[in-house]
């Protein structure tokens, strides 16, 4: 099943938290999800990290050098064992 990300916004550093359109929310750290490596190397950077937004297309986060992490793979940190 995958359900979109309807909301986002970063809370601190690469602490973000989340909602999704099945009332799924809460806050994931998202550092040991960004690799220090291609399209996600600026992301270290906590200001540029902060340009994450929700692209309603993609249903999940991007940001605007193109790097994104699929909706599931977010959704699977937040949901209940």
């Known amino acids: 099943m995958l359900v979109d990300v309807i909301a ?7 602490l973000v938290f ?9 806050e994931v750290d998202f550092a040991p999800l960004i690799p220090a490596r291609g399209v996600f190397a600026l992301l270290q950077d906590p200001s540029r990290f902060a340009e994450l937004r929700v692209d ?5 986060v991007c940001w605007p050098n193109g790097a994104d992490i699929a909706p599931e793979t977010l959704y699977n940190l937040l949901r209940p064992a």
Do not use: I, Q
Request: net charge negative.
């Open 56 to 60: 309603p297309d993609l249903g999940t």
């Open 8 to 14: 986002a916004h970063v809370v601190s550093g690469h």
């Open 18 to 26: 989340l909602r999704f359109e099945d009332g799924l929310e809460g």
